[in-house]
T-cell receptor, first 113, second 112 residues
Framework: DADVTQTPRNRITKTGKRIMLECSQT?????MYWYRQDPGLGLQLIYY???????NKGEISDGYSVSRQAQAKFSLSLESAIPNQTALYFC????????????FGEGSRLTVL | SQKIEQNSEALNIQEGKTATLTCNYT??????LQWYRQDPGRGPVFLLL?????KEKRKERLKVTFDTTLKQSLFHITASQPADSATYLC???????????FGSGTKLNVKP
C-alpha cells in the first residue's frame, strides 16, 4: 500500500459545487501539506499542518479550506469550485525539522467545468 | 518578490553524457535545498538534500552543489540513461520551518 493515499484520483465537477479531496498517510508523520500543480508553474503550497491543532495558510489559500481530522488525515475542500481551480492536487507528508524530505501522494486531478 | 527559477526549456542530451540542471533563487536564505524527480502524472519523489553549510552532495550518479553566494544550486546526473528522463524540481526550505517552496521544474530528455 502507498504511504500517502489520495482520493479521488480524478474528479470532474461543475462550477459552484463543493468538493473535498482526502489524504491519508501511514508514515506516522506530524506534518502534512496540500500543493497545487499547474502546467509550467510548479507546485504551489495551499495549506500545511504541523500537527492536528496547527493549520497554516500557504501561498494560495484563497478559495480553499482544510481539516486535519487526525494525525494521519488531512482533507482539502473547495467550498464553491471555479474553473481556474482545475489543476493537479498533491498531498504530502514530512517527518520533521532538518529539511526532512516530502513524501507525496499520487495526486488528485480535478476538472471544474 | 520571492522567486525560484528553473530553466523552463527541456534539456535534451545523449545517453552517457552528464546532465546539468540549474536552480536559481532570489530573496531567500534557505536552510535546505532539495531536488525531486517527477514522472508524468505522478507525485514528485525525493532525490537529494543539501544544507546551507554544504557545498556538494553526492548519491550514486547524482551530484548537487549549493552556492549561497550565487543563490544557485546545480544538479548533475552523470552517465545519463533514457530512464533518467523526467522533470526535476528543486525545493527550498526557508528558515528551517519545513515549509517548502518549489521551482517549476526542468524536463530532461535522455536520448538513446
Amino acid at each position: 500500500d502507498a504511504d500517502v493515499t489520495q482520493t479521488p484520483r480524478n474528479r470532474i465537477t461543475k462550477t459552484g459545487k463543493r468538493i473535498m479531496l482526502e489524504c491519508s498517510q501511514t508514515k506516522g508523520h506530524d506534518r502534512m501539506y496540500w500543493y497545487r500543480q499547474d502546467p509550467g508553474l510548479g507546485l504551489q503550497l495551499i495549506y500545511y499542518s504541523f500537527d492536528v491543532k496547527d493549520i497554516n495558510k500557504g501561498e494560495i489559500s484563497d478559495g480553499y479550506s482544510v481539516s486535519r481530522q487526525a494525525q494521519a488525515k488531512f482533507s482539502l475542500s473547495l467550498e464553491s469550485a471555479i474553473p481556474n481551480q482545475t489543476a493537479l492536487y498533491f498531498c504530502a507528508t514530512s517527518g520533521g525539522v532538518g529539511g526532512g524530505e516530502l513524501f507525496f501522494g499520487e495526486g488528485s486531478r480535478l476538472t471544474v467545468l | 518578490s520571492q522567486k525560484i527559477e528553473q530553466n523552463s526549456e527541456a534539456l535534451n542530451i545523449q545517453e552517457g553524457k552528464t546532465a546539468t540542471l540549474t536552480c536559481n533563487y532570489t530573496n531567500y536564505s534557505p536552510a535546505y535545498l532539495q531536488w525531486y524527480r517527477q514522472d508524468p502524472g505522478r507525485g514528485p519523489v525525493f532525490l537529494l538534500l543539501i544544507r546551507e553549510n554544504e557545498k556538494e552532495k553526492r548519491k550514486e550518479r547524482l551530484k548537487v552543489t549549493f552556492d549561497t553566494t550565487l543563490k544557485q544550486s546545480l544538479f548533475h546526473i552523470t552517465a545519463s540513461q533514457p530512464a533518467d528522463s523526467a522533470t526535476y524540481l528543486c525545493a527550498l526550505d526557508i528558515g528551517n520551518f519545513n515549509k517548502f517552496y518549489f521551482g517549476s521544474g526542468t524536463k530532461l530528455n535522455v536520448k538513446p
